[in-house]
């Protein structure tokens, strides 16, 4: 495969010297509001020994802090953002409706019905799509997991196999699912903090209306019984609204979680925690130390012009391209930091071209990291040419 390199970019050089973003302030919330943190040391985040943590913008996609990010863990309940993800993927698809009846048999009833995390489900009842959502988000609903699962592909296995097929789609190459639900099982189930992190990613990008739909209900109720949500960051940290908390004995006390604040997401994952009071106060500390000692600083905004790609056979031999979504890269708080931004794409690219369409990316790294990943779109139709424009174009192709 071959890439065209960066042509007529405008805006920046390829290396950029930022400006410094202004600390964010911190707003009311129902609850008595975390303390916020003042910037400090962007190298050392308040984590108290967790051995598992990574953390960062939600637009740039690469941690500005990452600590054992690739090293495989048991999720335990974390697993159920993939089972969400299948879920909404499928809504999506429309193979599964919200107000679609699944039935509760006597058997999962049984077996998961009261068994840890549950919605106390009642067996040869039905419940719908949109309820089970809520209670596995929520109340973390193992009983939940096993309905929807059974429900929607007839069996576990056939569940599992969804889950597996997009971990895979999405580049999780250090996890595997075995369960809907995160239930113990020898260690057949793992993950890691960078692809939880991806998954996470996908969550917000692809299924945004359904995020905010399903993922910071403070409350859930079913047969008589309401359960509080445990995200323990939710109306403690401003623009917090979810993810997702994991326990048992083998996985110790994970998190996912992530917050917004004036235009600006994190993503932060912990994993092994030694206790709940543990795993609470690190989460808050350390969503608020991502947020007061590192700026995401934008590079592009979105639909903003970066230059132009090669066209073959197109009534133009260059479309312009600009960023799908805003171009931010993360750097510590008071600090300028230089940006190498490089755009690559496969080409030329063939007419015709339609405004809109996916045409390269754009890589922007920072003190050599790794480089996050942004999709250019062209900003215009290019339509495939005519005779008089294919001459003129072999005539400047062979003049230069």
């Given at each position: 495969?071959?890439?065209?390199?960066?042509?007529?970019?405008?805006?920046?050089?390829a290396?950029?010297a930022?400006?410094?973003?202004?600390?964010?302030?911190?707003?009311?919330?129902?609850?008595?509001?975390?303390?916020?943190?003042?910037?400090?040391?962007a190298?050392?985040?308040?984590?108290?020994?967790?051995?598992?943590?990574?953390?960062?913008?939600?637009d740039?996609?690469?941690?500005?802090?990452?600590?054992?990010?690739?090293?495989?863990?048991?999720?335990?309940?974390?697993?159920?953002?993939?089972?969400?993800?299948?879920?909404?993927?499928l809504?999506?698809?429309?193979?599964?409706?919200?107000d679609?009846?699944?039935?509760?048999?006597?058997?999962?009833?049984?077996e998961?019905?009261?068994?840890?995390?549950?919605?106390?489900?009642?067996?040869?009842?039905?419940?719908?799509?949109?309820?089970?959502?809520?209670?596995?988000?929520?109340?973390?609903?193992?009983?939940?997991?096993?309905?929807?699962?059974?429900?929607?592909?007839?069996?576990?296995?056939?569940?599992?196999?969804?889950?597996?097929?997009?971990?895979?789609?999405?580049?999780?190459?250090?996890?595997?699912?075995?369960?809907?639900?995160?239930?113990?099982?020898?260690?057949?189930?793992?993950?890691?903090?960078?692809?939880?992190?991806?998954?996470?990613?996908?969550?917000?990008?692809?299924?945004?209306?359904?995020?905010q739909?399903?993922?910071?209900?403070?409350?859930?109720?079913?047969?008589?019984?309401?359960?509080?949500?445990?995200?323990?960051?939710?109306?403690?940290?401003?623009?917090?609204?979810?993810?997702?908390?994991?326990?048992?004995?083998?996985a110790?006390?994970?998190?996912?979680?992530?917050?917004?604040?004036?235009?600006?997401?994190?993503?932060?994952?912990?994993?092994?925690?030694?206790?709940?009071?543990?795993?609470?106060?690190?989460?808050r500390?350390?969503?608020?130390?991502?947020?007061?000692?590192?700026?995401?600083?934008?590079?592009?905004?979105?639909?903003?012009?970066?230059?132009?790609?090669?066209?073959?056979?197109?009534a133009?031999?260059?479309?312009?391209?600009?960023?799908?979504?805003?171009?931010?890269?993360?750097?510590?708080h008071?600090?300028?930091?230089?940006?190498?931004v490089?755009?690559?794409?496969?080409?030329?690219?063939?007419?015709?071209?339609?405004?809109?369409?996916?045409?390269?990316?754009?890589?922007?790294?920072?003190?050599?990291?790794?480089?996050?990943?942004?999709?250019?779109?062209?900003?215009?139709?290019?339509?495939?040419?005519?005779?008089?424009?294919?001459?003129?174009?072999?005539?400047?192709g062979?003049?230069?």
């Open positions: 495969m071959t890439y065209g390199t960066m042509k007529r970019l405008s805006g920046v050089a290396a950029l930022l400006a410094v973003a202004p600390a964010l302030p911190m707003a009311q919330t129902g609850r008595a509001p975390h303390a916020a943190v003042q910037a400090g040391d190298a050392n985040p308040p984590l108290r020994d967790i051995p598992i943590a990574l953390i960062m913008d939600a740039g996609g690469t941690p500005f802090y990452a600590k054992d990010a690739d090293r495989r863990f048991i999720p335990a309940s974390l697993t159920k953002l993939m089972t969400v993800y299948t879920a909404f993927e809504l999506k698809e429309g193979r599964l409706k919200p679609q009846r699944i039935p509760v048999s006597a058997r999962t009833a049984h998961w019905s009261g068994k840890g995390s549950t919605m106390f489900s009642v067996a040869n009842t039905s419940l719908s799509v949109d309820t089970l959502l809520k209670a596995i988000l929520t109340v973390s609903a193992n009983d939940g997991c096993v309905i929807l699962a059974e429900g929607a592909a007839g069996s576990i296995e056939g569940w599992t196999a969804l889950m597996n097929a997009n971990a895979e789609k999405l580049g999780m190459k250090d996890s595997h699912f075995n369960t809907p639900n995160g239930w113990m099982d020898e260690g057949r189930t793992y993950t890691s903090a960078r692809d939880l992190a991806t998954l996470t990613r996908a969550l917000l990008t692809e299924h945004g209306d359904l995020y739909r399903y993922f910071a209900l403070p409350k859930f109720s079913y047969n008589n019984i309401t359960q509080n949500n445990r995200n323990p960051i939710l109306g403690y940290v401003e623009g917090a609204d979810g993810l997702k908390t994991g326990f048992t004995n083998e110790g006390y994970g998190f996912v979680g992530s917050a917004e604040r004036n235009g600006r997401r994190l993503i932060m994952v912990l994993g092994g925690a030694e206790s709940s009071a543990q795993r609470k106060q690190v989460a500390d350390f969503i608020e130390w991502g947020f007061a000692s590192w700026d995401a600083q934008t590079i592009y905004g979105k639909g903003q012009p970066v230059g132009t790609v090669d066209v073959q056979g197109g133009s031999r260059h479309v312009p391209v600009a960023a799908a979504r805003p171009v931010n890269v993360s750097v510590p008071g600090q300028k930091a230089d940006a190498k490089t755009m690559r794409y496969q080409g030329p690219v063939a007419a015709p071209v339609r405004k809109g369409q996916r045409v390269g990316e754009l890589l922007v790294s920072r003190d050599g990291g790794t480089p996050a990943r942004f999709d250019l779109i062209a900003t215009e139709d290019v339509a495939e040419a005519n005779m008089f424009q294919r001459l003129r174009n072999g005539l400047l062979l003049f230069g």
